[in-house]
């Protein structure tokens, strides 16, 4: 099988899958706007072929380089892993007579409005929503739905330009602050914990499914800097919570018409335990939540998403054996360098044992920009078949490893 992927190799997880394909046997065309000699060795040896264009975004003028590169080739696939190619990789699957999700399949995944009014019309519980172009568009909305809001990008990601409102004041701040954004949604503020809902689909067939639990709100850990965000693979997704957003979510990809790949789904769980629709993209988690999800089932989710793209389905069923938590961490201190991991050899030597993982910025590296990047200075992976155990775990490394710049 010929499998046409964009961004073989960014961000970070993409080389990881381009080596699943190959090991199960399809031949990869890379297309991104790296120089092949700048792509992490994982896809470079992974790769049948690569095409490096100058602006991978420039959708028309990729579209021309891809079609005059393959001349007259056709692969069996197109897949992009990332949120930005998406409506790139269903343009070229349309052009190139390739089967997979069309450009309209595309935009309800990519718009975060259009998805809303798509699932409510399934009876999808989504929060209250509308979209605007302007300040009189903005504040007809908010009177309709009422405080508190949220404010975001229409195809946001990341947190980005994202804001709380809670009364008129804020509204005022929040419409200074997104006026350089050209659409954005209003939605009502949905209180509660905030979970996710992520599978490995073929042919509409759950193959792998997953339920993650923030710790906190990602745009409360967006907005605070003194925050060691943490995101929960759980063990028991049979439980009454993971449940209801299993449930949600199943409803929300079978109105999508979402039936092959990774899907990655947010929801929120009100202190009522009501499972509210956050949103869905048609590909994985980023900010190394698949390893995350690899850690709680000891698998490769990156091979198992291979084989159920290339044979449709997985070698091998793949189990939670432990309850898997990520911890984020972000330097304190003045200057741009890291200078110290402070409580490391303690914590190691006290619970070493649950540790899955531990990527850390070494100490002379530079400092992470933590309002640019997810992972920031590092990032550990505790593990252990009970929650709360693994949820403690979790936050000791929160609060008593300090990387420390300087
Ligand atoms: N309606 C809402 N109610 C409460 N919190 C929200 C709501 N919409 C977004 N948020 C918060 O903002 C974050 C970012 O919004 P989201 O829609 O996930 O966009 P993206 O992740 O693409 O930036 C969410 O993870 C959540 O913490
Ligand atoms: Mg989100």
């Known amino acids: ?82 949120e930005p190619g998406m409506i790139l990789a269903a343009k070229l699957r349309e052009r190139l ?18 998805m809303k009014a798509r699932l409510e019309a399934a009876g999808v519980r989504v929060p209250r929503h509308g979209r605007a172009t302007n300040e009189a568009e903005l504040r007809a909305h908010a009177a309709r739905i009422g405080f508190p809001l949220i404010v975001k990008p229409v195809a946001g990601a990341g947190s980005d330009d994202t804001y709380e409102v809670r009364d008129d004041r804020e509204l005022d701040a929040v419409l200074a602050k997104t006026r350089h954004v050209p659409e954005v949604v209003v939605e009502e503020y949905i209180e509660g914990e905030e979970h996710t809902y992520d599978t490995v689909c073929a042919g509409g067939e759950v193959l792998f499914e997953n339920v993650g639990w923030y710790r906190p709100k990602p745009l409360v850990a967006k907005l605070n800097h003194w925050i060691s965000a943490q995101a929960a693979c759980l063990k028991d997704i049979d439980a009454d919570a993971p449940r209801k957003g299993r449930e949600l979510g199943r409803k929300a990809m079978a109105a999508l018409g979402v039936v092959d790949g990774f899907t990655h789904m947010e929801w929120f769980l009100t202190a009522k335990g009501e499972a509210v629709f956050g949103e869905i993209g048609g ?43 990520v911890v984020f961490k972000r330097a304190h201190g003045p200057g741009g360098r890291i200078r110290a991991h402070e ?13 899955a993982t531990l990527e850390l910025t070494p100490v002379g590296g530079a400092r992470a920009d933590w309002k640019k990047s997810q992972v920031g200075d590092g990032w550990i992976v505790v593990r252990h078949p009970d929650l709360s155990r693994a949820l403690e775990l979790a936050d000791e490394f929160g609060s008593e490893l300090r990387i420390v710049a300087g």
């Open 1 to 82: 099988m010929d499998i046409l992927f964009l961004s073989p190799g960014y961000p970070a997880e993409m080389p990881l899958f381009v080596r699943g394909l190959a090991d199960v046997g399809a031949r990869v065309w890379g297309v991104g706007d790296q120089a092949k000699e700048a792509l992490p060795e994982e896809a470079r040896k992974a790769l049948a072929a690569y095409l490096p264009v100058k602006d991978l975004w420039d959708e028309e003028a990729t579209i021309a380089s891809v079609l005059n590169w393959l001349g007259g080739r056709k692969p069996d696939k197109v897949e992009c892993l990332w």
């Open 97 to 114: 007579g390739v089967a997979g999700m069309t450009v309209a399949q595309t935009i309800p995944l990519r718009d975060k409005s259009v």
């Open 283 to 325: 590909r994985p988690p980023g900010s190394r939540l698949v390893h995350v999800m690899n850690y709680s089932c000891d698998a490769d989710l990156f091979r198992a998403w291979a084989e159920a793209t290339v044979r449709g389905r997985l070698s091998r069923p793949i189990a939670k054996k432990y309850n898997a938590v």
């Open 343 to 355: 409580g490391l050899d303690r914590l190691l030597a006290r619970h070493g044992e649950h540790v």
